[in-house]
């Protein structure tokens, strides 16, 4: 090795490095004594002792968010410091994806030079283009964290216009020494149990799981629920192949009861985190909108992503980009839902079922989603996936849509009448499986069934909106993510981790 390659090996040696063994002579230790070998390993101490330096505190901005179809309003609730440090890696503090249909943007207050930024979704969001939002307003609590700055900052929500571009729609300046943060919190309300634990979190993606409507009896079952689907997720491409990218934490409160509230049956069960079915009339739907209740409860454990399993066996589930998603742990389909729903969660991924019912109504101008998945073709030469596209694939590309969408039509019939009656959820689950092997058995004759294209029918609209493949887990209950996906999956764990060796 060369002298310099030499000096570069010592100085890492002496910081503690465990580096390439190394096996010196006298000679080369001769090396170490010379000005410019000294003056490196301080400044290698310097950037050593930088690196390994307490994270920052994490600071919580919790604020309401209320208004209607035509306007919203911002105001702020409290400003709190964590427990824990922050978690991220303050080397990737700037969001550079272009996900989401807000962004928060924290900039020094004096200079405006960017700290940090991050894009997200919103409950509210979604609210917004359901019919209830053209009678009444409508207030939901949301938060934004980042890591704690020295100096003041102002922090900026901002919001998609019409052309798609981000504009701010509130900013605040906030001082987080000021007296009326909030520093002083309770003891944890449960132990956080690590399920997977691969690094430091600041080199990792941190992914909590939360329970809710598990008793005091149940915490046992929690557990096994939250190790059984998180290691389903870590089967699944590309989240096999990042594995190592990710820890894993769980948490629960026990609740007075078993399983969450249905209202839609009558059942209403008081829990922790307020999780319900019957989110916006959709009885699939599971959310929590106490949003101060799930962060209070975050708070005591590392992360980045969460999700919630309410201890249910009836189907469902929910994800908002940059939020949480949601999964029924008990379903025969727990797995489906896990990582579909943390599809939207984790990645802003849309979906691209549009026969299904949903809550929300469509405005018809098909903007082009900023979602990574789904395109309104506006101009195939600029489709968002083009570099996926084998030469010679027609877009938009042929499928067997008119049979789908026929035979989907007598599919919800039949389901919408299990649910009507009430009927166990194992004749539901029994439709689904049957639903998924006809879909399976019409594709295979399809002569684009393996291709990447432009596919019409996704983001809940028939006409005008197209998916990246025939056949994804954002299209049905098949088990896999079409490769624009786990590109779209890819790009977020490395935001939050280290790229694996050699990618």
Avoid at 143 to 171: Q, T, Y
Avoid at 252 to 258: H, L, Q, R
Avoid at 349 to 356: F, I, N
Avoid at 397 to 415: F, H, V
């Amino acid at each position: 090795p060369s002298a310099h390659h030499r000096r570069l090996q010592y100085a890492l040696m002496l910081q503690g490095d465990p580096l390439l063994p190394f096996n010196h002579t006298l000679a080369d230790k001769d090396l170490m004594n010379t000005t410019p070998f000294t003056l490196f390993v301080a400044a290698l101490a310097a950037i050593t002792t930088l690196a390994h330096a307490a994270p920052p505190a994490t600071v919580r901005l919790d604020y309401l968010h209320s208004g209607n179809a035509l306007a919203e309003q911002y105001a702020i609730e409290r400003v709190v410091i964590e427990p824990l440090p922050w978690p991220g890696n303050l080397a990737r503090n700037d969001d550079n994806t272009d996900r989401g249909q807000n962004r928060v943007e924290v900039v020094d207050a004096k200079s405006g030079d960017l700290l940090y930024s991050r894009g997200f979704s919103t409950i509210f969001g979604e609210w917004r283009s359901t019919e209830e939002a053209n009678k009444l307003s409508r207030g939901f609590e949301e938060s934004v964290r980042f890591p704690k700055p020295e100096k003041p900052v102002r922090v900026r929500i901002l919001k998609r216009d019409e052309r798609n571009a981000f504009s701010v729609v509130w900013s605040i300046e906030l001082d987080t020494d000021a007296p009326d943060v909030v520093r002083k919190q309770a003891p944890a309300p449960s132990k956080t149990i690590p399920i997977r634990v691969n690094g430091p979190s600041s080199e990792k993606v941190d992914l909590l799981i939360i329970g809710d409507g598990y008793t005091q009896a149940e915490m046992a079952k929690f557990e096994v629920d939250a190790r059984r689907l998180s290691d389903h997720l870590f089967k699944v491409s590309p989240f096999r192949e990042r594995a190592k990218d990710f820890n894993v934490w769980a948490i629960a409160v026990p609740t007075p009861e078993s399983g969450v509230s249905r209202p839609s049956t009558g059942v209403h069960h008081a829990s922790p985190l307020g999780t319900r079915y019957d989110i916006f009339g959709s009885e699939r739907y599971v959310l929590t909108t106490d949003n101060r209740a799930l962060r209070d409860i975050a708070q005591y454990a590392p992360y980045e992503f969460i999700e919630i399993l309410v201890n249910n066996d009836t189907y469902g589930g929910g994800g908002i980009y940059g939020q949480f998603s949601t999964a029924a742990a008990g379903n025969d389909w727990a797995n489906y839902l896990f990582v579909h729903e943390f599809g939207h969660h984790f990645a802003g991924l849309a979906d691209e079922y549009y026969t299904s019912p949903v809550a929300y109504q469509s405005n018809g101008s098909r903007q082009e989603p900023w979602e990574p998945n789904v395109t309104a073709l506006r101009d195939p030469a600029q489709l968002k996936w083009k570099n996926k596209v084998s030469a010679g694939t027609p877009l938009p590309t042929p499928w067997p849509k008119d049979i789908y969408e026929a035979d989907s039509r007598e599919y919800q019939k039949r389901r919408t009448a299990l649910r009507a009656a009430n009927r166990p959820e194992s004749e539901m689950s029994a439709l689904f499986s049957e639903d998924l092997k006809h879909n399976e058995a019409l594709f295979s004759k399809a002569p684009h069934q393996h291709v990447v294209g432009a596919f019409e029918g996704a983001n809940y609209e028939a006409k005008g909106y197209y998916r990246p493949a025939m056949q994804c887990i954002m299209f049905d209950r098949s088990g896999s993510f079409c490769p624009v996906c786990q590109d779209a999956i890819s790009t977020i764990i490395d935001l939050y981790s280290k790229p694996v060796t050699g990618k």
